[in-house]
């Protein structure tokens, strides 16, 4: 048996209700008691946790980012030391070399502050805002 922590439910975000369903010796699962979500079956309990675990990355190659203002979270391996390796930018076409009378466009990462667009790899969507104070029983 692992020791590895299994991670919150990919639905509910609890992690009080989750449980190793172990219904015979060839088919294993983890499983949220809250939402009823159920993680791949494996063969193992050992498997079975790290199939829950597995997550798909939001990470996107940077070719693909939306240039149309929207706010998205970069990421910049490059960096270093004190330096962030994410940001949160827009595409903000008004600065930027200007190529037929037209400006190409630079990440901002806000007040006039801009990254080399050659060194940014990925970008991945912002999260859904969290719920409202009031909606939230969480402590
Ligand atoms: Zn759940």
């Given at each position: 048996?692992?020791?590895?922590?299994?991670?919150?439910?990919?639905?509910c975000?609890?992690?009080?209700h989750?449980?190793?369903?172990?219904?015979?010796?060839?088919?294993?699962?983890?499983?949220?008691?809250?939402?009823?979500?159920e993680?791949?079956?494996?063969?193992?309990?050992d498997?079975?946790?790290?199939?829950?675990?597995?997550?798909?990355?939001?990470?996107?190659?940077?070719?693909?980012?939306?240039?149309?203002?929207?706010?998205?979270?970069?990421y910049?391996?490059?960096?270093?030391?004190?330096?962030?390796?994410?940001?949160?930018?827009?595409?903000?076409?008004?600065?930027g070399?200007?190529?037929?009378?037209?400006?190409?466009?630079?990440?901002?990462i806000?007040?006039?502050?801009?990254?080399?667009?050659?060194?940014?790899?990925?970008?991945?969507?912002?999260?859904?805002?969290p719920?409202?104070?009031?909606s939230?029983?969480?402590?």
């Amino acid at each position: 048996m692992t020791t590895v922590e299994l991670k919150n439910c990919p639905w509910c975000g609890t992690t009080a209700h989750l449980h190793i369903n172990s219904p015979s010796v060839y088919w294993n699962t983890v499983a949220c008691a809250l939402c009823s979500v159920e993680g791949p079956a494996s063969e193992t309990t050992d498997a079975a946790i790290l199939a829950w675990n597995r997550r798909a990355s939001p990470w996107k190659p940077i070719c693909t980012a939306p240039k149309d203002g929207t706010p998205v979270l970069l990421y910049w391996p490059g960096t270093g030391g004190w330096l962030p390796k994410m940001y949160y930018a827009c595409w903000d076409t008004t600065v930027g070399e200007t190529i037929n009378g037209q400006r190409m466009g630079l990440w901002s990462i806000g007040f006039k502050n801009y990254l080399d667009p050659t060194a940014v790899t990925h970008y991945a969507p912002l999260p859904d805002d969290p719920p409202s104070p009031s909606s939230d029983a969480s402590p």
